[in-house]
């Protein structure tokens, strides 16, 4: 690297007065007699980030039923897997069976009222044709038939719902998976819409986090390792970012990431803690700068000279690397910084 000294001319001054250039403290002008800066150069880094949340199912359903009732039969307990459509559970269906039946009757009664209807109809055309019916007969033979075709349309339709509620005395699997929850015994009184079974899906797991603006470059499909949270343990396993969200949470500003583990391997529970490494797949281009450039007070920043002048530049430290630091911001290669910058020299406190 480039090294130059700088000296300041009007030290002797700057001293008598009380007072440094721009208004800067003796003491800050008078540091500056002999000031030293190293140049900015490119470096390349591979960018890599961890996510540190709780590993959830794949999917998770809280499950019950839409009607109350008491609960007559128990089929699945805690702990059973079950396919989507097995029946888990189900309700005293004695009510609604005996309203089905009566639907059922009241659609063969409906439909038997409009054959006779239908007939009557056929009947009223012939005498109308032969004229030995008025026309007053035929609208009310007309009217009939009318209603006949709506007594069935209203039947069925009730029958329709008679057949849904009982439906609904009987709790089904939405999704295949495990019964992580429910109840132990039959028996009780079930409110409508109150959950009793928690069915998760563990054949995936998946950890939910976020990342910074800056941090864009995490995209679906990268690699992501993934090591246990419990204590003691040194299970690793290979997962994959499954979902990057492209727009920033309002309330946080950063980037929903989501990963991916399949298989749920040991050492790697649903609602246990882990962490995700996940690395850049080439390297970027950044800058690197003495580390002792580097203020780290009140944000982190680097004095550079140009033109005549210092100036405080804000900047992201990235990590470090020996006696240099990887940084990103509002600098280029070939810039000078200053080491071991004095408080106060280029508008700094």
């Given at each position: 690297m480039l090294r130059r000294s700088f000296f300041v001319a009007l030290l002797v001054g700057s001293v008598a007065f009380g007072c440094g250039e721009d208004g800067a403290p003796a003491a800050v002008a008078a540091a500056t007699a002999d000031i030293r800066t190293m140049v900015v150069e490119e470096a390349a880094w591979t960018p890599t980030l961890t996510l540190d949340g709780t590993l959830d199912p794949i999917a998770s359903v809280q499950l019950g039923f839409d009607v109350p009732g008491r609960m007559d039969s128990l089929v699945a307990h805690r702990g059973a897997v079950v396919n989507k459509g097995e029946v888990l559970a189900s309700l005293d269906d004695s009510m609604p069976r005996a309203q089905t039946?009566?639907?059922e009757a009241g659609v063969a009664a409906a439909e038997a009222q409009l054959a006779a209807g239908e007939a009557s109809w056929t009947r009223a055309q012939q005498l109308r044709v032969a004229g030995g019916m008025s026309d007053q007969q035929y609208k009310d033979a007309e009217a009939g038939i009318l209603a006949g075709r709506a007594g069935v349309d209203q039947a069925r339709a009730a029958l329709v719902l008679a057949r849904t509620h009982l439906a609904n005395h009987t709790l089904r699997a939405p999704i295949s998976g495990t019964i992580t929850n429910g109840p132990d015994n039959v028996g009780?009184?079930?409110g409508a819409g109150t959950p009793i079974f928690l069915l998760e899906d563990l054949s995936a797991l998946q950890l939910k986090g976020s990342v910074s603006e800056a941090e864009g470059w995490v995209t679906e499909g990268m690699a992501?390792?993934?090591?246990s949270?419990?204590?003691?343990?040194t299970a690793s396993a290979q997962?994959?970012?499954?979902r990057v969200i492209p727009a920033l949470d309002p309330a946080t500003r950063r980037l929903p990431v989501e990963v991916r583990l399949d298989g749920a391997p040991a050492g790697f529970l649903a609602h246990g803690y882990a962490r995700a490494t996940i690395s850049a797949t080439a390297p970027m281009t950044v800058l690197a700068v003495p580390r002792a450039a580097i203020v780290a007070r009140p944000d982190f920043s680097v004095v550079r000279w140009r033109e005549g002048a210092y100036e405080r530049v804000a900047i992201e430290v990235l990590t470090e690397e020996g006696d240099r630091t990887l940084v990103r911001g509002p600098l280029s290669a070939g810039d000078a910084v200053v080491l071991y910058p004095p408080a106060g020299l280029g508008g700094g406190e």
């Amino acid at each position: 690297m480039l090294r130059r000294s700088f000296f300041v001319a009007l030290l002797v001054g700057s001293v008598a007065f009380g007072c440094g250039e721009d208004g800067a403290p003796a003491a800050v002008a008078a540091a500056t007699a002999d000031i030293r800066t190293m140049v900015v150069e490119e470096a390349a880094w591979t960018p890599t980030l961890t996510l540190d949340g709780t590993l959830d199912p794949i999917a998770s359903v809280q499950l019950g039923f839409d009607v109350p009732g008491r609960m007559d039969s128990l089929v699945a307990h805690r702990g059973a897997v079950v396919n989507k459509g097995e029946v888990l559970a189900s309700l005293d269906d004695s009510m609604p069976r005996a309203q089905t039946a009566q639907a059922e009757a009241g659609v063969a009664a409906a439909e038997a009222q409009l054959a006779a209807g239908e007939a009557s109809w056929t009947r009223a055309q012939q005498l109308r044709v032969a004229g030995g019916m008025s026309d007053q007969q035929y609208k009310d033979a007309e009217a009939g038939i009318l209603a006949g075709r709506a007594g069935v349309d209203q039947a069925r339709a009730a029958l329709v719902l008679a057949r849904t509620h009982l439906a609904n005395h009987t709790l089904r699997a939405p999704i295949s998976g495990t019964i992580t929850n429910g109840p132990d015994n039959v028996g009780m009184m079930i409110g409508a819409g109150t959950p009793i079974f928690l069915l998760e899906d563990l054949s995936a797991l998946q950890l939910k986090g976020s990342v910074s603006e800056a941090e864009g470059w995490v995209t679906e499909g990268m690699a992501a390792t993934l090591s246990s949270g419990a204590p003691g343990s040194t299970a690793s396993a290979q997962g994959a970012v499954s979902r990057v969200i492209p727009a920033l949470d309002p309330a946080t500003r950063r980037l929903p990431v989501e990963v991916r583990l399949d298989g749920a391997p040991a050492g790697f529970l649903a609602h246990g803690y882990a962490r995700a490494t996940i690395s850049a797949t080439a390297p970027m281009t950044v800058l690197a700068v003495p580390r002792a450039a580097i203020v780290a007070r009140p944000d982190f920043s680097v004095v550079r000279w140009r033109e005549g002048a210092y100036e405080r530049v804000a900047i992201e430290v990235l990590t470090e690397e020996g006696d240099r630091t990887l940084v990103r911001g509002p600098l280029s290669a070939g810039d000078a910084v200053v080491l071991y910058p004095p408080a106060g020299l280029g508008g700094g406190e």
